[in-house]
């Protein structure tokens, strides 16, 4: 099952659930994280009918995440473009779902010059999970989806910490779907396209952590909530890595795809960076 | 004005406003973060009436938080300590609000031998804020009170990113009360003591980032909002800082203070480690 956040009128959103190619069928909730956290979500679902909407407005898929974890550095070819060796720990960061944003929406930078890309397989969590193990965190997997990790590297350089080039509002595309994992299959082909060039190709049998081993290990210290979000890193290809470093700029458009998921497409409005306050 | 959020019956917790020492009133919202949410929230608070509560006992003062940001190496003593140079920019990372917890209340660790101490000084939001210069975000502080960012040094350490070690549920106490500015004065004592013994001893006068820069860099990529919590560092004395490293160990009695602002008094119960399970 193929599930969405679609806009509808006056600023609201309704989760949705796919009947046919761009053909969906509202869902009693605001979004698809709302519906997740209704226990008989999957029930739910299997029975749902109604009026046939079409022409889809994603809005971001989980608009109210209450986590968005990511991981760094778990391809094997983008921890070597980086010029690192494959780690022990998967590297850890936050975002807030502040960040997000919908499949077709532009993207407006204001602030950045150095805007670059990370295509990323998306694990949406569907059941609550503590202190789980790797079985557990499996089965807590209610889809996946696709997701850009939008990076402003002049800001994630200043200091060692890389929340501030990460953390920028409606710069993190998500959607257009989740796909529930019997539909979905377990391996991945992400790509990334700029102004219709391949820039990345990745499949995620070369992750160094599962999604399944991500959410075991973040649910060591902290609790995952249907409706979280975890992004499992970006492989090979982003602009920071190529010689010379390439970045977005105004206008560009960025595709980003996962086989047997969907399809992001992105308008970029890079204005002219402000200087910082501090 | 000192503003609490207290545990009454049942679970639940109110906002409430202090009427002397140990004595409150209670507003009408479940916690201090709801309270600034509603926008007459400085008249609602000189207007309180009703019972007088006594014998409080603390919840986290803002146990929703939309963001809890904090910012590393921001005293130049602590920046020494950790062999560093004074910085440029702030360094900042994200926490979850599950992180928080009350100004009296045990904390539980499970799978960490490295447990450290970093007593800051943490800044409430008022209003929203975006893209906002020093003075805008200086009117939007609606107070000051008294965290402790606890950080498991092993878990920290694992990778590049600090989230991890930084990140636990249920481990950074943050209160008693909040204080609005009027009151609070500009300059604090921040200090930490390890079962009695002064351990952390800085003002925040020697702060690289003030409160009000700290929230106006933020708000240039994402914004906050009324109850969101910034956390403005630690100062020298933290154990791993310290020759030979000392950790918190079971049983430890941690106390963070700042004048004019309040105290924190938590309890330490560390258990075996975990293995950690990728």
């Not at 709302?34 to 008989?40: S, V």
């Not at 779907?177 to 979905?184: F, G, S, Y």
């Not at 991945?188 to 991500?214: I, K, M």
């Not at 249907?226 to 105004?250: E, H, I, K, S, Y």
Request: hydrophobic content about 40%; glycine content about 12%.
């Amino acid at each position: 099952m193929k599930l969405a956040t679609l806009r509808t009128s006056g600023g609201r959103t309704t989760a949705a659930l796919a009947t046919g190619d761009d053909t969906y069928v509202a869902l009693p909730a605001s979004d698809v994280g709302a519906f997740l956290g209704l226990e008989n979500w999957r029930a739910l679902a299997e029975s749902a009918e109604g009026e046939a909407l079409t022409a889809p407005d994603f809005a971001a898929l989980l608009p109210h995440a209450g986590k968005v974890i990511c991981c760094g550095l778990n391809y094997g070819d983008h921890i070597r473009e980086m010029g690192r060796e494959l780690p022990e720990y998967p590297t850890l960061f936050a975002k807030y779902a502040d960040t997000l944003l919908g499949a077709n929406d532009a993207v407006e930078i204001r602030g950045s010059g150095r805007v670059d890309w990370e295509a990323e397989l998306a694990v949406v969590v569907g059941s609550e999970l503590y202190q789980a193990d790797v079985d557990q965190a499996r089965e807590a997997i209610a889809g996946y989806t696709v997701a850009n990790d939008v990076s402003m590297r002049d800001w994630q350089s200043r200091t060692l910490q890389w929340f501030q080039g990460k953390a920028w509002d409606a710069t993190t595309p998500v959607g257009p779907v989740m796909v529930t994992p019997d539909e979905a299959g377990e391996e991945f082909q992400v790509r990334g396209y700029v102004n219709g060039e391949l820039v990345q190709d990745g499949n995620t049998r070369t992750l160094v952590f599962s999604p399944a081993q991500l959410l075991s290990y973040i649910s060591q210290f902290t609790v995952l909530r249907p409706g979280d979000l975890v992004l499992t890193g970006t492989p090979g290809g982003v602009g920071m890595g190529m010689n010379p470093p390439r970045f977005l700029q105004d206008g560009d458009i960025l595709v980003t795809e996962i086989g047997g998921i969907g399809r992001l497409e992105n308008t970029f409005r890079i204005h002219a960076p402000v200087p910082a306050t501090a």
